[in-house]
């Protein structure tokens, strides 16, 4: 199954942000275990660097872009996948 994983949950694995910070771990773990496949957008890496690095510092920020980009696949996101998304017909 592909999922698509929001930029705050992302945040609520580094940065270990309760009350969601277990789910996000078991969401993580199935992806590590090939049950899942994980995408992000690309928006999310700078968003995680941005505030990564004003709360933890450079490196950690660096350190958990690499996590990310390691373990996850990128969600290709452009005009045509804005303006005929399936997401549209819940307006």
């Not at 930029?7 to 009350?19: A, F, S, W």
């Not at 890496?45 to 933890?56: A, D, G, S, V």
């Amino acid at each position: 199954m592909k999922i698509l994983i929001d930029t705050n949950i992302v945040l609520d694995l580094i940065l270990k942000r309760e009350p969601f910070v277990e789910s996000a771990i078991a969401l993580f773990e199935q992806i590590e275990r090939g049950n899942l496949e994980g995408y992000i957008a690309a928006t999310t890496i700078t968003n995680i660097f941005y505030i990564i690095r004003k709360t933890e510092g450079r490196e950690v920020a660096l350190a958990a872009i690499h996590r990310l980009l390691t373990g996850l696949r990128f969600c290709a996101v452009d005009r045509q996948i804005v303006e005929t998304g399936p997401w549209l017909e819940r307006l």
